[in-house]
């Protein structure tokens, strides 16, 4: 009997100790992998400026960048135009940043009716970051 409950007990040692780096990566957090993050941010209309207000005839367009040195998952996002219900949106993944060149994307929603009156306000919000809020002029 002794030696079936010291075999039981080689099996479980053996057991833990293959299974110990099944998962890699886990406790590590997406945006910090390997020593690499990801690091998202909303770019305003020059890099002078605080001014976040890009439209044309499809919309409203965000563009967003990634200054890491890892490839972002796709992100969640929302817009409020003052006076209006929130906008979700999605953030689709953004290449890493290569040399001196970052990685980015526009993301684009409808400006709601009546929003320029005379001026259209908005809160952008994405991942845990504070929010940035600007106007369009009307």
């Not at 910090?32 to 499809?58: A, H, Q, W």
């Not at 290569?98 to 409808?110: F, L, R, Y």
């Amino acid at each position: 009997m002794k030696f079936y409950k010291f075999l039981g007990l080689i099996f479980v040692i053996v057991f833990l100790v293959s299974c110990k780096n099944i998962k890699p990566n886990a406790g590590k957090t997406p945006n910090n992998m390997g020593g690499k993050t990801y690091k998202i941010d909303l770019v305003p209309i020059t890099p002078e400026s605080t001014n976040y207000c890009r439209k044309d005839d499809r919309g409203f367009i965000m563009l967003f960048q990634n200054s890491g040195g890892l490839k972002s998952p796709e992100i969640e996002g929302r817009i409020i135009f003052e006076g209006n219900i929130p906008i979700t949106f999605i953030i689709p993944e953004i290449p890493e940043k290569i040399g001196d060149t970052n990685g980015s994307t526009e993301v684009i929603v409808q400006i709601p009716n009546g929003c320029f009156n005379p001026d259209c306000w908005f809160t952008i919000q994405w991942l845990s970051r504070s929010s940035i809020k600007g106007v369009c002029i009307g």
